[in-house]
């Protein structure tokens, strides 16, 4: 089972399971000739790997990324780049009892109509979390290229639970505080809220509860005209890629949903020339009109479900048996995804907006 993606000349492909041996990705499309800084790639790829400070899954996993191919003493070789991530740290004894038990919030069932059963159940197999990890690898690559054009993503946790940070300034921001905020475990614009947040999270844990939030993208640099009206635009390719992380349930671009109670005077962002460059006073429209990029800071808002997996008693079926039973989940599972799926949101972005430059 692979899950692929491919738009203009760049395309790549995730494999493998939660509790398989290892997971990847092979990406095709990347030129020869860019210079990538693996040390780089190691700490974009750590943020996304657990943490021993309570708020993350104990399971632990590094994420080294193995780079078996179309990569030669750090320079990309414009063959096809495969990265393979073990697994080291699997107890699948844990899902043998709920093997055949939907399990609310997961694709179980659907997973088992859609695979005939015969998906991996097994910490969710390839609808897991864990698949984000290669994701993620690819996304820090793209991170690298689109530096070197002048391009820079960064996100932050808009919320957590009723915790809410600052937002970015959707016509100020700058490239330093971007860089700043998504170096943070807890990316944030305000760290006052760093223990606010921690405590919602050990709130949960100990009401053996999940709790989700809103994570905040932005990015600089895109030039203005790119992208496309109607089905292949900015925002659909955008859209597509972060809804390949499996927590995520909404999007916004810009002022997003609030547009909905503005007059047109409210919400039209109005131009002006700034040193012979046409900006908008004010970023309603996120950076994107028609599809196509205007040359203001990108700006969009993704919302994260809680943990579907909680130890609370929960009423299920069986879909084998066709039996309603009663399910309590044992495992190791994150309290709160969000902090963890920063990078991810961000790697979405990246490869989304790289494949309309290469």
Partial sequence: MASEFK?????????????????????????????????????????????????????????FPHIVSGVVDNVTTG?????????????????????HLARPGHADYTGYIRYNGANDLRGGGHFSGRITAPLVFAGAV??????????????????????KDQSFDPVN???????????RYLPLIDTANDQLMRNVITGAFNNLDS???????????MPVG????????????????????????????????????????????????????IKTR???????????????????????????????????VDYTTMTEEVLQIKGRHDPCIVPRAVPCIESAVNLALLSFLI
């Fill in 79 to 99: 063959t096809p780049i495969c990265c393979v991530i073990c697994n080291k740290d699997q107890r699948s004894n844990d899902y043998k009892s709920v093997s």
């Fill in 142 to 163: 793209a991170d690298q290229i689109l530096l070197q054009k002048g391009i820079v993503t960064g996100a932050h946790i808009k919320a957590i639970g009723e915790v």
């Fill in 211 to 221: 709790v989700g939030g809103i994570i905040e993208c932005c990015t600089l640099g």
């Fill in 282 to 316: 004010t970023n309603n429209h996120g950076g994107i009109l028609g599809g196509i990029s205007s040359g203001m800071p990108i700006i969009l808002r993704v919302a994260i479900k809680p943990t579907p997996s909680i130890s609370r008693p929960q009423n299920t």
């Fill in 226 to 277: 790119v992208g496309s009206p109607m089905f292949d635009g900015l925002e659909n390719r955008i859209s597509q890629l972060v809804f390949g992380v499996p927590a995520v349930k909404g999007i916004e671009f810009g002022v997003g949903f609030e547009a909905a109670a503005l007059f047109g005077s409210e919400n039209n962002d109005e131009f002006y020339i700034d040193h012979k460059e």
């Fill in 173 to 183: 921001v700058d490239k330093e505080q971007l860089l700043r905020v998504r170096s």
């Fill in 7 to 63: 738009a203009g000349n760049l395309s790549f492909s995730i494999f493998g399971e939660s509790h398989g041996k290892a997971i990847g990705v092979v990406i095709q499309g990347i030129p020869g000739g860019i210079t990538l800084d693996f040390d780089k790639i190691l700490e974009y790829t750590a943020r996304r790997a657990p943490k021993a400070d309570g708020t993350s899954t104990a399971r632990s996993e590094t994420d």
